[in-house]
């Protein structure tokens, strides 16, 4: 018979416990600079202790005070200068759609009511790419045109800016951009109208011996062509200006790389003086006025608790990645290590999913250029020599690719030879393959360049 003997055992245990403040610092680490700037502009609405300004004042209150991280006023004024000149900014402006700014167009040259509410339907069916996409059938019918009088109006669109707006076809497109130039090239227009798709296959030779000209002649109208735009919409987009700014600075020094935090991306934090002194001239207790003052004060200490929990860890994230990889820093990219989250997490005794929101959507500013601290982690190559990164590879093929005779372009097997005789690199004929369709290189045959 089976007894049984029911006791009461006390267990410890530890519990992460996910609170506000917590995911508020959580958070605040994987927004880029200006989502944490937007994310403390929405919360001084709706915090009146919470002043924001962008210049500095005596009671401004700083996220961060190690004098290891932030520079003095002089020196951060001259890199601010340095930035704002920077040849490696990135920034990325956005506009109007297409669409809209053909009807600008049309509305600014066209004042027959007739003409314009052709065009402007026309218009209405740019995609965002600058292509027309309409059914002609439809067209007519709606417009009540002939088909001569549609194609008349259809030059008209294609003549708006920029040029190649409104084609049908890629072939249209390439052909109106040539037609707009001052001197159009009769060969690269007669390559673009007839034979677009042997241009884009190389067959040089072909061609030459078609249309009874050199070889030269084709590559010379090639280069013309590859000079257009096969997208005439690509610099319009309906979204807001968008920028990419610096968070951290990496300087070389007397040697050594220095790791500074820039001050300039994020707004200053103040405390309201009038809850301020609502919460110094009160006790505990004596109004709803001090108790909600309290609440607010303790959502801005949290805040600045976070946003300095924020800048600790993006700091020493930095300065593992820079030690990690000095020899990218020293010699070029050339010399990417190998790299992976979970040595900068043991390095910076974080977890790593710390380290992944703390490189996210945040740029490093180097003498080497403007890189998000995500390029710094790149595979491993399996190579015979010593440990190599895929990034690594690819740089190298590309110099190699750069510096061939575009006469006599090297093939794959080549350039394996050479990463294994001038680097110690060894990778296999595939390997080079696959890298060269990453770097948008065509194959030997296809970059081979014919003497003029």
Same mark, same amino acid.
């Given at each position: 018979?089976?007894?049984?003997?029911?006791?009461?055992?006390?267990?410890?245990?530890?519990?992460?416990?996910?609170?506000?403040?917590?995911?508020?610092?959580?958070?605040?680490?994987?927004?880029?600079?200006?989502?944490?700037?937007?994310?403390?502009?929405?919360?001084?609405?709706?915090?009146?202790?919470?002043?924001?300004?962008?210049?500095?004042?005596?009671?401004?209150?700083?996220?961060?005070? #190690?004098?290891?991280?932030?520079?003095?006023?002089?020196?951060?004024?001259?890199?601010?200068?340095?930035?704002?000149?920077?040849?490696?900014?990135?920034? %990325?402006?956005?506009?109007?759609?297409?669409?809209?700014?053909?009807?600008? *167009?049309?509305?600014?040259? +066209? #004042?027959?009511?007739? =003409?314009?509410?052709?065009?402007?339907?026309?218009? %209405?069916?740019?995609?965002?790419?600058?292509?027309?996409?309409?059914?002609?059938?439809?067209?007519?019918?709606?417009?009540?045109?002939?088909?001569?009088?549609?194609?008349?109006?259809?030059?008209?669109?294609?003549?708006?800016?920029?040029?190649?707006?409104?084609?049908?076809?890629?072939?249209?497109?390439?052909?109106?951009?040539?037609?707009?130039?001052?001197?159009?090239?009769?060969?690269?227009?007669?390559?673009?109208? +007839?034979?677009?798709?042997?241009?884009?296959?190389?067959?040089?030779?072909?061609?030459?011996?078609?249309?009874?000209?050199?070889?030269?002649?084709?590559?010379?109208?090639?280069?013309?062509?590859?000079?257009?735009?096969?997208?005439?919409?690509?610099?319009?987009?309906?979204?807001?200006?968008?920028?990419?700014?610096?968070?951290?600075?990496?300087?070389?020094?007397?040697?050594?790389?220095?790791?500074?935090? +820039?001050?300039?991306?994020?707004?200053?934090?103040?405390?309201?003086?009038?809850?301020?002194?609502?919460?110094?001239?009160?006790?505990?207790?004596?109004?709803?006025?001090?108790?909600?003052?309290?609440?607010?004060?303790?959502?801005?200490?949290?805040?600045?608790?976070?946003?300095?929990?924020?800048?600790?860890?993006?700091?020493? $994230? =930095?300065?593992?990645?820079?030690?990690?990889?000095?020899?990218?820093?020293?010699?070029?990219?050339?010399?990417?290590?190998?790299?992976?989250?979970? *040595?900068?997490?043991?390095?910076?005794?974080?977890?790593?999913?710390?380290?992944?929101?703390?490189? =996210? *959507?945040?740029?490093?500013?180097?003498?080497?250029?403007?890189?998000?601290?995500?390029?710094?982690?790149? &595979?491993?190559?399996?190579?015979?020599?010593?440990?190599?990164?895929?990034?690594?590879?690819? &740089?190298?093929? *590309?110099?190699?690719?750069?510096?061939?005779?575009?006469?006599?372009?090297?093939?794959?097997?080549?350039? $394996?030879?050479?990463?294994?005789?001038?680097?110690?690199?060894?990778? &296999?004929?595939?390997?080079?393959?696959?890298?060269?369709?990453?770097?948008?290189?065509? &194959? #030997?045959?296809?970059?081979?360049?014919?003497?003029?």
């Amino acid at each position: 018979m089976m007894h049984m003997d029911m006791s009461l055992v006390q267990q410890q245990t530890m519990k992460l416990v996910m609170t506000q403040e917590l995911r508020q610092a959580i958070s605040l680490l994987q927004y880029s600079t200006l989502e944490l700037n937007e994310y403390i502009e929405e919360l001084a609405l709706e915090n009146p202790l919470l002043d924001v300004e962008r210049g500095t004042g005596e009671e401004t209150v700083t996220a961060f005070h #190690s004098p290891v991280m932030w520079q003095d006023g002089d020196t951060y004024q001259e890199q601010e200068d340095q930035e704002e000149s920077s040849p490696f900014d990135r920034v %990325r402006a956005r506009g109007l759609c297409i669409a809209e700014d053909v009807v600008d *167009q049309i509305r600014m040259q +066209h #004042s027959d009511p007739h =003409t314009r509410t052709v065009l402007i339907y026309l218009a %209405r069916h740019l995609g965002d790419d600058g292509y027309l996409y309409i059914d002609l059938e439809e067209a007519k019918a709606a417009l009540a045109l002939t088909d001569e009088t549609l194609e008349q109006f259809i030059l008209e669109l294609q003549a708006c800016e920029p040029a190649g707006v409104g084609a049908r076809s890629l072939s249209e497109c390439l052909a109106r951009q040539l037609e707009r130039q001052e001197s159009p090239h009769p060969l690269a227009l007669q390559l673009v109208r +007839h034979y677009l798709n042997d241009v884009a296959e190389r067959r040089y030779k072909q061609l030459a011996k078609k249309l009874d000209v050199r070889v030269q002649d084709i590559q010379e109208a090639h280069d013309v062509i590859k000079q257009l735009e096969p997208r005439p919409g690509v610099n319009f987009d309906d979204g807001a200006a968008a920028y990419v700014l610096p968070d951290v600075h990496v300087e070389k020094a007397k040697g050594e790389y220095h790791v500074t935090l +820039h001050d300039g991306t994020l707004p200053k934090i103040r405390m309201n003086r009038q809850y301020r002194h609502l919460l110094e001239g009160s006790t505990e207790g004596s109004s709803e006025a001090y108790e909600y003052a309290k609440k607010k004060y303790q959502q801005l200490t949290w805040l600045l608790k976070s946003i300095d929990q924020r800048q600790q860890t993006l700091y020493n $994230v =930095t300065c593992a990645i820079v030690e990690a990889q000095k020899d990218f820093f020293e010699h070029g990219p050339g010399y990417l290590k190998p790299l992976t989250l979970k *040595q900068i997490a043991e390095e910076a005794e974080v977890h790593e999913s710390t380290v992944s929101r703390a490189t =996210t *959507q945040k740029y490093v500013q180097t003498p080497r250029g403007l890189f998000e601290l995500k390029d710094f982690f790149t &595979s491993k190559v399996d190579t015979a020599g010593a440990e190599t990164s895929a990034n690594a590879v690819k &740089s190298h093929i *590309q110099t190699i690719v750069d510096n061939e005779n575009k006469q006599k372009p090297l093939s794959d097997q080549k350039i $394996v030879d050479m990463l294994k005789s001038e680097h110690e690199i060894e990778v &296999s004929r595939r390997a080079i393959a696959k890298y060269r369709d990453e770097l948008f290189i065509p &194959s #030997s045959s296809k970059r081979k360049r014919y003497e003029a």
